[in-house]
Every structure is written in C-alpha cells, then in structure tokens.
C-alpha cells in the first residue's frame, strides 16, 4: 500500500490559481499511475487529471486548458497545477495511486473558488 497525504488547498477567487500536491511514502510510487479527482456533496468523485508511469496525461474536458498534472519520481510527489479557477471547480480533491497491485487514496483537500 501506499499512503498519501494531499496539501495546497484553500480559498481562492474566480481567475485564480493553486497548486494541489501529493506526497506518497514508499518507492512504490514510481511503478503507480497517479490520479487526481474531485467530489462535490451529492455527486460521484470524478477523474480531473492522470499521469501515468511513462507520463502520459488524461483529463476531463471540463480542465483541459486550465490544470496540469505533473509527478515528480525523485521526491514521491504528484501536483496539479490549477489555473484560471471557476466557481464550478469548488470540490474535495483527492490524490489516488493505481497499480496492478493496489489503489490507495489520500485523505482529501478542500478548494473553494469563490468570490
């Protein structure tokens, strides 16, 4: 398994930007294909951003143009850099880790976009 501890998220206004991260323990985390994804009360948590262990990338079409998901091998980290924010991007995010193996989520971290 792999733990993972999400930070950067807060209060910010519509055009906005923040930097989600994702600190993994283990080596583990290079060989995981790492995923962002968000939840707003009453809804199913939906895919943002992926990267994979090559560094392909995925998103919904709701971000493209706005996030980018980067993972960073050497420190166990994954980032999602949120740009031009909408009040519609209001949501838990969470960081999720995917192998063959296992899928292990991150406790969450709230973004409010709102003016």
């Known amino acids: 398994q792999v733990q993972l501890v999400e930070s950067g998220g807060g209060l910010v206004q519509p055009g906005g930007s923040l930097r989600l991260s994702c600190a993994a323990s283990?080596?583990?985390?290079?060989?995981?294909?790492m995923g962002w994804y968000r939840q707003t009360p009453g809804k199913q948590r939906e895919l943002v951003a992926r990267?994979?262990?090559?560094?392909?990338?995925d998103y919904a079409d709701s971000v493209k143009g706005r996030f980018t998901i980067s993972r960073d091998n050497a420190k166990n980290t994954a980032y999602l850099q949120m740009n031009s924010l909408k009040p519609e991007d209001t949501a838990v995010y969470y960081c999720?880790?995917?192998?063959?193996?296992?899928?292990?989520w991150g406790q969450g971290t709230q973004v409010t976009v709102s003016s």
């Open positions: 283990g080596s583990i985390f290079r060989f995981s294909t």
């Open positions: 999720n880790a995917n192998s063959a193996a296992f899928s292990s």
């Open positions: 990267i994979s262990v090559g560094g392909r990338t």
